[in-house]
């Protein structure tokens, strides 16, 4: 995405009525009946080929040779969620979706939809159950029941240009808070509105802050605060989202906590795998700067305070503050035992505020729109939305905002479309690695943050994997379990040897090996393991164990008692056989088989050798007929 | 396990100052339903033996910063009703807390640390005494090196580094992989073979390494000023 150069170098907002001017200024420069062709470039969508399909419908534009009225604004955004359909165009105003768009579809999308207006039937979304087309964005069901307002404006905004944020109101709720609001003002608000945290922890965020002020007060001098971006869980692109779509919320809830606790210097710590999120925090930094909305007499108000981005070196155990706090210092990140807790003793043992970039991005609407208003949604001890990363088994991947005690069923069902081919999921996986699984017949538990604790799971970042019969509760534990295990720094025992000793234990129960009585020194173990961690990473990866243990205790003994996997995914105790009644001879399994262990004639019984079967599982996916059974 | 609830009445061990502010400085709460008075900036883990309370460890040196490693001196502690777990060596006791030093849930705990130490360190028989100490007599678990004694408390790296200022060691790799090192993994002209690190270890696992960490004597005794692949003395001139 090329810089948007700005032409405002010598422009400084001095104050609201210069924001609101501004904001006018650029209002009255666009025409709202322009037609907008906007073209998703998230993560998933570049990876998909996006920047090619922009190109190919600006050169396609550019043969049409439109009318002046009529030629489209091209516009690059952020995720808007649906990466299953990436790469995703949509034509605003109107708001008409299409989707999975190839290059090659833009003469036609250009001919049909911008000349003749209609709208190009093969790209529209198409619901799963019912089978039919949907026109606009708006009445696809994976947006409709959405409360989008954190991620109101990912979509609709280039995030390297400040000027679209400030067109849809970005920085009102600093100028409102600098020219109205005493610092105290601002923080009784957030305590008020009753956020928290959404790095995992969830502890009120006002709490937090009026600590670290208090702190900051008996003890004057320096105080950071910091934006936690360093997101690791598998399957989890909040917090990316986020930054990549709208950097400018991250900076303007992050200036209204410093301004509210009198911090003067920030870090937004990144993972170095998200280099297209730095890239634009990093625009979005230079281009507040030049506008003074950052850096030093910010707003001429007399407020200092800048923000500096750090990389993570890709340890996922940097996201526990304590740790990170040991990265930003240069030390190695392994956290450290607390209390102290960083609001009173955090970087170079001054009062820090680490706060997730999700959370620091709801503070400005909480601040714009009232904290009376943020508490009304969700419901109470967890108001506002949370952001999920809905995946696994499920037929609309991608990002959900729901308000927070929304039943769990209806994000998987109404939102994600429920199970392909399957009536029900087995299970969801919420909180990332360090969660728990929630089975199906605890669909209907409201996903806020007590619950979701009181059934052993937690909210974590808010990564939520759903799995469906084809999933085996001992191997999707071990995988959780082995990502934490090379994950874990290493400083304290519990952890470093706890969980290599609990994948001992799943690793025989994979095989087979074992007794029920295992099952129960397995549990002893993990809350061995949560008792004595010293922090969070060891304290929780036990969970996807217990949680599988208390929830599918049965499927456990299956494997034990009667040595079998009722998933069919643990491979020492499967084997893969051809059904003589529905077999038809076609050949598919024997062509593809990698041990070429499967023998038939054409149009004869095929017969896979066990002995030589590495149960791929191969035949089982491509077997035209369901023919290959696994047992 | 033997609990020791009775006050060692002489010879406190501790090396903390005696007390010279007045007495509403101390700090009051109970060890295994005992009274203790714990002196301000006192952890638990420094009261507790003050008072004769045997709580096991392995990370922790009175000479050195706590880092709350090995988690052996976990102890229970109970206040406005809620019982939560604590690393005694870094933790400062409230007035009117409740210390369990053996509670089901501090035992069991240790009981699995102590089987999987068991694991990590097959060759130590320091470990192996310790184990038998909390009734713990074999391990279920894998041991990956036979010849292993090292438990990577980090004690050797901390002498190193707080008392002794050379820090010619460090914790090199992570998590199941964390081992003690010199950098680029040579030895080390940094080390003054003062032998701290072997005296601090719980184990004897440094011993076994000194030779790995300590470089050159010849290159230690010029304090660097010798280049590094000056001739040796002994190589005579024709």
């Known amino acids: ?631 | 396990m033997t609990k020791s609830t009775k006050k060692k009445a002489s010879a406190p061990k501790k090396k903390k100052s005696e007390p010279t502010k007045e007495k509403a400085d101390f700090i009051g709460f109970t060890i295994e339903g005992q009274l203790v008075k714990a002196m301000p900036g006192w952890t638990i883990l420094d009261t507790a033996r003050h008072y004769g309370f045997h709580i096991p460890t392995l990370c922790y040196h009175e000479a050195l910063k706590p880092v709350g490693a090995c988690r052996l001196c976990m102890v229970e502690v109970r206040q406005n009703g809620a019982a939560r777990l604590m690393a005694s060596c870094f933790s400062y006791p409230q007035e009117g807390m409740e210390i369990l030093l053996n509670s089901e849930r501090v035992q069991n705990g240790r009981r699995w640390l102590m089987e999987m130490l068991l694991a990590a360190c097959p060759a130590s028989p320091e470990i192996q005494k310790m184990a038998r100490e909390f009734g713990v007599a074999s391990t279920r678990f894998t041991a990956e090196d036979p010849m292993e004694e090292c438990l990577r408390c980090g004690l050797c790296i901390r002498v190193c580094e707080e008392i002794v200022g050379a820090k010619a060691i460090s914790f090199g790799s992570r998590g199941v992989t964390k081992h003690v090192a010199t950098p680029y993994m040579v030895p080390n002209d940094a080390c003054v073979s003062c032998g701290s690190c072997v005296a601090v270890c719980p184990t004897l696992a440094a011993q076994t390494r000194l030779d790995k960490f300590r470089g050159d004597l010849a290159q230690r005794m010029a304090h660097g000023h010798q280049a590094p692949h000056a001739p040796q003395a002994h190589s005579a001139p024709f």
């Open chain 1, 1 to 631: 995405m090329a810089q948007v150069a700005l032409r405002t170098q010598e422009f400084r907002i001095g104050s609201p009525a210069d924001l609101a001017d501004y904001q006018q200024q650029i209002l009255s420069e666009r025409d709202p009946n322009r037609p907008v062709l906007i073209v998703c470039h998230g993560t998933g969508c570049l990876a998909n080929g996006s920047p090619k399909v922009a190109d190919a419908l600006r050169q396609a534009i550019a043969r049409a040779g439109l009318d002046a009225q009529v030629v489209p604004e091209i516009k690059i955004t952020g995720c808007h969620g649906f990466c299953s359909r990436g790469p995703l165009v949509i034509l605003q105003p109107s708001g008409l979706f299409y989707q999975l768009v190839k290059p090659g579809d833009a003469e036609e999308i250009v001919q049909t939809t911008l000349i003749e207006g209609n709208p190009v039937d093969r790209l529209l979304y198409v619901e799963p159950r019912t089978g039919e087309h949907i026109v606009h964005d708006h009445e696809i069901p994976f947006y409709k029941h959405q409360q989008r307002i954190v991620l109101k404006n990912i979509g609709k905004i280039d995030p390297t240009d400040i000027r679209d944020t400030i067109a849809v109101g970005g920085y009102q709720a600093l100028a409102k808070a600098l020219s109205t609001m005493s610092p105290d003002e601002v923080i009784d608000a957030v305590e008020q509105s009753g956020l928290r945290g959404r790095g995992g922890g969830g502890f009120p965020s006002g709490r937090k802050w009026r600590i670290a002020a208090d702190n900051l007060r008996k003890n004057p001098g320096p105080m950071y605060i910091v934006g936690n971006g360093d997101e690791g869980d598998p399957g989890a692109f909040m917090d990316r989202t986020i930054m990549e779509g709208d950097p400018h919320a991250v900076l303007e809830g992050m200036i209204l906590g410093a301004y509210a606790m009198g911090a003067t210097q920030g870090f937004i710590y990144v993972r170095m795998e998200y280099p297209v999120a730095v890239r634009h925090l990093q625009i979005a930094l230079e281009q507040a700067r030049s506008l003074g909305l950052l850096g030093t007499n910010i707003m001429d108000s007399g407020f200092d305070f800048d923000i500096q981005i750090n990389r993570g070196a890709g340890a996922f155990v940097c996201g526990e503050e304590t740790a990170l706090i040991a990265s930003l210092e240069g030390r190695i990140g392994e956290p450290v035992p607390r209390p102290p807790y960083p609001a009173e003793k955090g970087l170079w043992d001054r009062p820090t505020i680490i706060n997730n970039v999700e959370t620091w991005a709801n503070v400005p609407l909480i601040i714009d729109k009232g904290a009376d208003w943020f508490a009304g949604i969700g419901v109470p001890h967890s108001t506002g939305t949370k952001i999920f990363s809905l995946v696994g088994k499920v037929n609309n991947i991608g990002l959900v905002e729901v308000p927070m005690g929304i039943p769990l069923s209806r994000i998987v069902d109404e939102i994600g479309g429920g199970v392909p081919g399957q009536d029900e999921f087995k299970a969801v996986q919420t909180g990332g690695p360090s969660g728990g699984m929630i089975p199906y017949a605890l669909k209907d538990t409201p996903v806020d943050f007590d619950s979701l604790t009181k059934v052993g799971s937690m909210m974590g970042s808010g990564g939520m994997i759903v799995m469906d019969q084809r999933d085996c509760v001992v191997d999707v534990a071990r995988y959780f379990l082995r990502f934490l295990e090379e994950e874990s720094c290493g400083k304290c025992l519990p952890c470093r040897l706890g969980l290599k000793a609990m994948q001992e234990f799943l690793d025989r129960f994979s095989k087979g090996q074992g007794t029920p009585e295992d099952i129960v020194e397995l549990q002893s173990l993990g809350q061995a393991i949560k008792d004595f961690s010293l922090c969070a990473l060891g304290g929780t990866a036990p969970n996807p164990v217990l949680t599988t243990i208390n929830y599918f205790r049965d499927e456990y003994e299956a494997h034990l008692a009667q040595q079998t996997c009722p998933a069919g995914v643990c491979k020492d105790l499967i084997t893969y056989s051809i059904d003589p009644e529905l077999c038809n001879g076609c050949g598919v399994c024997r062509r593809i088989c990698p041990q070429g262990c499967i023998s038939g004639e054409k149009k004869q019984l095929h017969t896979i050798d066990s002995n030589l079967c590495i149960r791929c599982g191969m035949c089982f996916d491509e077997c035209p007929v369901d023919a290959v059974i696994v047992q």
